[in-house]
């Protein structure tokens, strides 16, 4: 060509053109809300519904998420923060972020790989992964999947103890040591986004949603080509089933001591709501409490978990360790957790909106992600956190 033109070069242009494929637009994703887009995507609208959604109005969700939009930094500044550590120290061992990755459900509906992905991807990030009891992949086979990974086990106490025992027995003889109790689960909550798409297990479909299948091909055929889902713990398919079995509104404090027999190892209880509550588990001699609704799955108006952290914090005191979960999307929540009392926190709909759009390296780009930001905020507070750097505006 002339005047000094020339036909562009394929590299010249690949560099202006938009992400082309999965493994370019992940990587183009700049935090995990562009990583839910990409969730929303690629998988039918009852499975993100699924994830996405929450109990009845989904008031106590969105509470969860405004309360860190009132979250107002006060930093440091002057201060070296060429290097900050990311490390925690979680029941008497050493992670490399404060992060631990919540049970789900029905897991492998998000991505054929699963509970297997997301354990792979905890133990390269070098964070706890935790196994549902209404998982889709049997704790020995999460194990094996990353037996590098700290896997640690969670449970709804069953009508049938049994039950509970033997889930118990599979999940420490497959080498998982640290048991999570799920106590805000007396009975299911009403998510009326799931109620309304009709959503069973194995998912199956409505008109409306049939018509949409042509539109999200991906994931119909891995999930078409995958092994059948099963609640791998409690065995079956039978969602209504397996529900009214699963859940005990009997459960009451005298079953953490037949537990915490049963088990043997640290004990961690989930979906603390009140500080009377923190406080009786602590001087029960728990080991760690998780301030938390559910990720608003439950109980709609429950109180809201960041809110909440302060208050239980100093409460229980160095009595049991305290962890956040809910409403959890990035580091610089997580940053504002542990200036406000948490030694952890626990997420869930970010990992799966990883798992949802790509699978595992979906998940490994959220905890990237996660790692960076968190990184880049106690850098931007000076390199500290502790509750002098943090408020919620009223």
């Known amino acids: 060509?002339?005047?000094?033109?020339?036909?562009?070069?394929?590299?010249?242009?690949?560099?202006?053109?938009?992400?082309?494929?999965?493994?370019?637009?992940?990587?183009?994703?700049?935090?995990?809300?562009?990583?839910?887009?990409?969730?929303?995507?690629?998988?039918?609208?009852?499975?993100?519904?699924?994830?996405?959604?929450?109990?009845?109005?989904?008031?106590?969700?969105?509470r969860a998420r405004e309360a860190f939009a009132r979250v107002e930094f006060r930093p440091r500044i002057l201060r070296d923060v060429g290097e900050v550590p990311l490390t925690a120290r979680v029941l008497g061992r050493e992670i490399s972020m404060p992060l631990v990755l919540g049970p789900t459900g029905f897991t492998r509906m998000m991505h054929r790989d699963g509970e297997k992905a997301v354990a792979r991807a905890a133990a390269r990030a070098g964070v706890p992964y935790t196994l549902s009891t209404m998982g889709t992949t049997p704790a020995p086979e999460v194990t094996r999947a990353a037996p590098g990974g700290w896997n640690w086990f969670q449970l709804y106490v069953a009508r049938d103890r049994g039950r509970s025992r033997a889930a118990l027995d599979l999940a420490r003889d497959a080498g998982m040591d640290v048991l999570v109790v799920t106590a805000d689960v007396p009975v299911a909550g009403a998510r009326l986004r799931d109620v309304r798409h009709g959503l069973t297990m194995p998912p199956t479909l409505r008109w409306g949603s049939a018509l949409r299948v042509v539109r999200h091909p991906a994931w119909w055929f891995d999930f078409l080509t995958s092994e059948p889902l099963t609640f791998a713990t409690m065995g079956g398919s039978d969602l209504a089933g397996i529900t009214n079995l699963m859940f005990d509104p009997g459960v009451t404090f005298a079953d953490l001591e037949w537990i915490r027999g049963a088990w043997g190892g640290p004990l961690v209880v989930k979906g603390v709501q009140r500080v009377d509550d923190a406080?009786?588990?602590?001087?029960?001699?728990?080991?760690?409490?998780?301030?938390?609704?559910?990720?608003?799955r439950q109980l709609d108006r429950a109180a809201t978990p960041l809110e909440l952290l302060p208050r239980?914090?100093?409460?229980?005191?160095?009595?049991?360790?305290?962890?956040?979960?809910?409403?959890?999307?990035?580091?610089?929540?997580?940053?504002?957790?542990?200036a406000l009392g948490a030694r952890a926190c626990f997420i869930g709909?970010?990992?799966?909106?990883?798992?949802?759009?790509?699978?595992?390296?979906?998940?490994?780009?959220?905890?990237?992600?996660?790692?960076?930001?968190?990184?880049r905020t106690i850098q931007l507070l000076g390199g500290s956190l502790d509750p002098s750097v943090v408020r919620l505006r009223p």
Do not use: K
């Open 1 to 62: 060509m002339g005047d000094g033109r020339r036909f562009p070069r394929w590299r010249d242009l690949r560099a202006v053109l938009p992400p082309l494929g999965r493994r370019d637009r992940l990587l183009a994703a700049a935090d995990v809300a562009d990583i839910r887009l990409l969730a929303r995507r690629r998988a039918p609208r009852l499975v993100f519904d699924y994830v996405d959604g929450a109990a009845e109005d989904e008031i106590s969700l969105a």
């Open 349 to 375: 709909r970010a990992y799966l909106y990883g798992l949802m759009a790509a699978g595992e390296p979906g998940v490994d780009r959220v905890l990237d992600l996660v790692r960076a930001e968190l990184t």
């Open 312 to 338: 239980v914090a100093e409460a229980v005191g160095d009595r049991a360790e305290v962890y956040l979960d809910g409403g959890v999307r990035g580091g610089a929540d997580v940053a504002a957790a542990l």
């Open 279 to 296: 406080v009786a588990l602590a001087e029960a001699g728990i080991d760690g409490i998780a301030v938390s609704n559910h990720g608003g």
